[in-house]
């Protein structure tokens, strides 16, 4: 039986709403789109606030939805409602959250920039999966917003690197309003912002040797529709020489030239210019000779990350994504490949060993996947307390597919890694929710045992079986090595995993 699913976004220039029908086989039909502008963007990123006409504003533009969403059969907790950058960086969130949900019924989640990827990600790659070429050629995915510009690469199908950065249309405007600044300024400032990033980009994928650029966002679809031509029903192509002549031809219109030569609204027109030059510009570092741009966008990417959670291929594809973007920050800091394979691959094998009684998710899994691999990436900075350099590394980074609870976890995972000290000591540990706190907890003692196991680093112990017994872990493993180092070292990584689950860890 087909289901509804509703989508809104309230974003840094408006709220947008989606509805889309999902069918019985799995496909996705638009039913219904809408958007209002919203000047949020333009208060939190002035005043650091969202002023109370504007959470009026917001607050009628909702309640209208709410009565469209009505005749659709769809009540206000049936939908998923999402707030992007300018609401994340707004001092007031909580009281504009909670007044929201009392005025209209809306429970509002506030997406962090990974999240952003995340879903747009899932987005785009609907769009091109027909006879698309992206899981095996370098990539680049670019969206343009009014607070944030997120960017992926992808090297030969895996996630390179996912960013999102503090470089959006309202922020360029409001920095060259307070600068007293013209057009040309507002080039000068992003040329510079970009000319900052591209060597930190180039260490994670070398850009001239990108095959496809990817533009997401409704200024692009403006470009794609006026300089290009449609490959699918949601892709369009631009030559480069097209898209760079559009782009320096818009630059002349007023405000009012383009809202009347591409019939959008004054909210949309007064960032165009900014926003296609934004494009452009990324699109510079490249030497692609034509810009794909996807018609959709991370309303799309959010009904389909629903829809993936009963598809296993899609959820196992999801996850290699974000194993691909650990194992390449591993890679920026020299890390230990061996030893972080090793260690993953010994972690899952008694995660998996232990799972009745674990009591976690399968997500939790892919945590300590990642925990594994970049647990001894604080060794780039200090072998001494690298602990606590991990922790520092993995909290100010971004991972595609984590969100920034996620990495939290997975930080103090690798904090708690190293030693026989309980987390249950440590005040940052204490704070976090119960659920939390127990996921860390197990999580922390199968990384520590999984790291005794290769106390060498030479990977020693190639093949092992785990028995559970009424009050042991017995760990047989294959050959007649002694594995002293190893059993050492257990003897003082096991007190965390024996006080958690019971069981006295033994290697034979």
């Known amino acids: 039986m087909a289901s509804l699913e509703a989508v809104i976004e309230i974003g840094s220039t408006g709220i947008r709403l989606l509805v889309a029908e999902i069918t019985d086989s799995a496909d996705k039909n638009i039913l219904d789109r809408s958007e209002v502008p919203l000047p949020l963007g333009n208060d939190v990123f002035t005043t650091g606030t969202v002023s109370r006409d504007t959470l009026l504003q917001c607050i009628r533009i909702l309640m209208r939805f709410r009565e469209q969403l009505a005749g659709w059969g769809i009540r206000p907790g049936q939908a998923s409602v999402i707030a992007t950058s300018a609401m994340r960086e707004a001092k007031n969130r909580d009281p504009v959250l909670d007044r929201i949900s009392v005025k209209t019924g809306f429970h509002v989640r ?132 097209n898209f760079d002549r559009f782009v320096d031809e818009i630059q002349n219109y007023t405000i009012e030239e383009c809202t009347g030569r591409f019939r959008i609204p004054y909210s949309e027109a007064q960032f165009l210019q900014v926003s296609l030059l934004v494009y452009k510009l990324f699109l510079r570092l490249t030497d692609v000779q034509r810009l794909l741009v996807a018609e959709t966008s991370i309303r799309e990417g959010l009904i389909l990350d629903k829809m993936n959670h009963s598809d296993a291929a899609l959820q196992q594809d999801f996850y290699s994504q974000i194993i691909a973007s650990a194992m390449n920050l591993l890679h920026k800091y020299h890390g230990d490949e061996n030893h972080a394979s090793y260690v993953r691959r010994i972690s899952t094998k008694l995660f998996d060993g232990l799972l009745p009684e674990l009591g976690l998710s399968e997500k939790a899994r892919v945590l300590l996947e990642v925990s594994a691999i970049l647990h001894d990436i604080g060794m780039f900075i200090a072998l001494e307390n690298h602990e606590r350099h991990s922790h520092y590394i993995i909290q100010n980074s971004e991972i595609f597919g984590l969100s920034k609870e996620d990495i939290t976890i997975v930080s103090l995972i690798t904090y708690y890694h190293r030693g026989s000290r309980q987390p249950q000591d440590d005040d940052q540990f204490t704070v976090l929710p119960r659920q939390e706190r127990m996921t860390i907890l197990k999580l922390t003692a199968i990384l520590r045992l999984a790291d005794a196991l290769d106390r060498s680093h030479e990977q020693r112990i190639s093949e092992f079986t785990i028995r559970l017994d009424q009050d042991k872990m017995t760990i047989q493993t294959k050959g007649n090595h002694r594995y002293l180092r190893e059993r050492l070292a257990m003897a003082q990584k096991s007190i965390l995993f024996e006080s958690i689950f019971g069981y006295k860890v033994i290697i034979v």
């Open 110 to 241: 506030v997406i962090d920039g990974i999240e952003n990827n995340r879903l747009t990600y899932l987005a785009v790659a609907d769009c091109v999966k027909a006879g698309s070429t992206m899981r095996r050629q370098n990539t680049l995915i670019l969206e343009v917003g009014g607070g944030s510009t997120e960017l992926m690469l992808i090297e030969k199908g895996k996630m390179a690197g996912a960013h999102s950065m503090r470089l959006g249309t309202v922020i360029i405007e409001q920095q060259m309003k307070s600068m007293l600044g013209s057009f040309d300024d507002a080039r000068r400032y992003i040329e510079e912002f970009i000319r900052n990033t591209k060597s930190s980009l180039n260490n994670e994928l070398d850009l001239k040797k990108i095959k496809h650029f990817i533009a997401v966002g409704s200024d692009a679809l403006i470009a794609a529709i006026n300089a290009g031509s449609p490959l699918t029903a949601t892709l369009w192509e631009i030559p480069r020489e």
